[in-house]
């Protein structure tokens, strides 16, 4: 089993791999466009922040070695009232919340402008075999180019969105990517923050890390067991 995990920063990255073992355990293997940081199962990458640096390190990632499903996986914001802060959450859509147009009636989506598209697809049967291993909630996690930093901007993603759990920078890069090489995806968030007004004294980004790793901690078998058992029925 061989599972690509993209993340942002180089910390998210190391809680990942210090699920499966010792930080002597880690080697390090670079490729064209990115480093890769193997652990057990997983080789795991920082891509950096926002949707075009996460798809085009793991394109890179993906055009260097072969597959069987790729994560995106770090911290980030959960919606008030279903993802509380410490929390695991797994998508069960994995969303682009601001790609498209203003117009006079409001935000128009991409699809809505005739092209493109605004929602992946996580296999169901895998995202029900990690929420039952790990407790996670599930739902929508909507990939953002700007950060949340008001209750009114909150408000107007929950309205639009009313399946969101999450928001993060990521998920829909990594989506875009693995679709291109037909490799199935995931996107696990454990959450940092809550979505509404920036308030870093209230963020605990420690206790999100830790959670990822306990989340991690739990995922081979499950991964093992959809790859080897339930991939074609997903």
Known sequence: MRVLVVTAVPVERDAVT??????????????????????????????GAGPA???ASAAFALAADRYDLVISAGIGG??????????????GRIGVADLGAETSAGFAPVTELGF???WHFPPRSLVK????ATRAATGDILTVSTVTGSA????ALLAAHPGAVAEAMEGFGVAEAAE???????????????????DRDAWRI???????????GKLTPVLEGWIHHDRHDA
């Open 18 to 47: 210090r699920a499966s073992g010792a930080a002597d355990e880690v080697s390090v293997h670079r490729v064209p466009g990115a480093e890769i940081h193997r652990a057990g199962p997983f080789d795991v990458l920082a891509g």
């Open 53 to 55: 640096a996460a798809a």
């Open 78 to 91: 959960g919606f008030s009232g279903v993802a509380p802060v410490g929390s695991l959450v797994v998508a």
């Open 116 to 118: 493109g598209r605004v």
């Open 129 to 132: 075999a990690v929420v039952a």
């Open 152 to 155: 009114g901007r909150a408000a």
């Open 180 to 198: 291109r090489l037909g490799v199935p995806v995931l996107e696990i968030r454990a959450v940092s923050n809550a979505v509404g007004p920036r």
């Open 206 to 216: 420690g206790d999100a890390l830790a959670a990822l790793t306990e989340a991690f």
